[in-house]
Each structure stands twice: as structure tokens, then as C-alpha cells.
């Protein structure tokens, strides 16, 4: 995040905040995780691959018998994403989660060819019943990557169990951009404050890695 605690701004070119070594530590991470998870504001604001960059890192999950990037899942609340989205692009394990199924039509069929989503109807508490379904499915290890809906779900709900913020040395100044979690009610208060158990310089920015307990 920002100085003033934004994930991007309001143009509409992605904001680049990390460094490439911190990009590369987030490379890593991917590569020892189960499932990465976004949600639908990301995929299609930022379109990302959520892929295991590193030849090596792929290479290792390989060996080891997984699939050479993690499960990709994201979470919307319409159901509605861009079949030509980056994250259909390719083979890889995929599941659409939707939150109000009642309400949204049925998601359209990705035209690329393997592309296919599992398309799962969460009932709520709509993250403990995500967790239960990706669970049931073998993940023990899940990476959220954002936005700021999911940041807020998953740590008001204290179902967080390590905590990555990276600091950018640079302000974004507009009210109305994204920030890193919104309003709620959290677990971690002054009175029951995250243990911090690592702070790390990578290139011009900060990584600060909080334990839940």
C-alpha cells in the first residue's frame, strides 16, 4: 500500500507499489500455496495471472507433485467477469465463487478452449463457507491477494493467519482510491495487538510480516 494507506489510484492504469524484489518475494509465496485468491474488482480492474512466475519455482511444485501454479479462485458478489479475463486464459485450475447466487444470472461459458471455471454458490457466512469448499478441495495453504472487500472479510472475520503489508515510499492523495481494508470491526485492536515478526527492505519499499498469535 501507499503512505496514506491506498492499494491504487483512480486512473485507469494500474498502480505499480511494489519493487521487483517484492514482486519476487510474492512469486515465491504463490509457489508454496495451495490456492491464491482475489476478488472480482481485481480481475477486473488489474487483470492479473496469478501465476507462478519463476521457471525454477514451477519446476519444484512439479516435482513435487502439484500442478505448476497454485488454484486460482476469485470471489464476486454478480458473478459477472470478462470470459477473456487473464485468469481464464490458460489450463489451470480455476473456481468462480458467488456470493449471492439468488440475485445474478448464470455466469457466462469462457469461449477459450480449457479455459472452463468450477462455478461453486457460497451460502453465508459467505468466507467461512469459501474456506470450507476450497478445504474440502485439498488447499491448506491460501494466499488473498486483495482488494480491499476481501482484506476486510478475511480479517474481520479472524480467519487470518499471517499478514504481508508492504509499504511504498509514495503518496496517492485521492480520496476516493481503494484502500487496504475498509470499515469493520476487527479482531486486533490496541488491546489485542498483531505480534510483528519480520521487517524487511526490499529495494525502495517495506515488507512488514505480522503473525495473528
Not at 58 to 87: C, E, I, K, N
Not at 134 to 142: D, F, N, T
Not at 171 to 196: E, I, K, N, Q, Y
Request: aromatic residues 4%.
Amino acid at each position: 500500500m501507499s503512505l496514506d494507506g491506498r492499494i491504487d489510484d483512480c486512473s485507469p492504469d494500474r498502480l505499480v507499489l511494489s519493487s521487483p524484489a517484492d514482486l519476487d518475494r510474492v512469486d515465491e509465496v504463490r509457489a508454496g500455496c495451495d490456492a491464491i485468491l482475489v476478488g472480482a474488482r481485481t480481475v477486473r480492474r488489474d487483470n492479473p495471472g496469478l501465476a507462478v512466475r519463476s521457471a525454477d519455482r514451477r519446476a519444484a511444485r512439479l516435482a513435487a507433485g502439484r500442478p505448476p501454479t497454485p488454484l486460482r479462485a476469485v470471489l464476486t458478489g454478480q458473478g459477472a467477469l470478462d470470459p477473456a479475463a487473464r485468469f481464464f486464459l490458460d489450463g489451470a485450475e480455476r473456481i468462480v465463487y458467488r456470493a449471492r447466487p439468488a440475485q445474478v444470472p448464470a455466469l457466462p461459458a469462457p469461449p477459450v478452449p480449457g479455459a472452463a471455471a468450477t462455478l461453486v454458490d457460497l451460502v453465508d457466512p459467505v468466507v467461512e463457507s469459501l474456506l470450507r469448499d476450497l478445504h474440502g478441495r485439498g488447499v491448506r495453504r491460501l494466499l488473498v491477494e486483495g482488494g480491499t472487500t476481501l482484506h476486510t472479510a478475511f480479517l474481520t472475520a479472524g480467519l487470518v493467519d499471517e499478514l504481508h503489508l508492504v509499504v511504498a515510499p509514495f503518496f496517492v492523495g485521492d480520496a476516493a482510491a481503494p484502500t487496504f481494508v475498509g470499515p469493520g470491526s476487527f479482531p486486533f485492536d490496541a488491546a489485542h495487538r498483531l505480534r510483528l515478526a519480520e521487517v524487511r527492505q526490499l529495494g525502495d519499499v517495506v515488507l512488514l510480516r505480522y503473525r495473528m498469535s
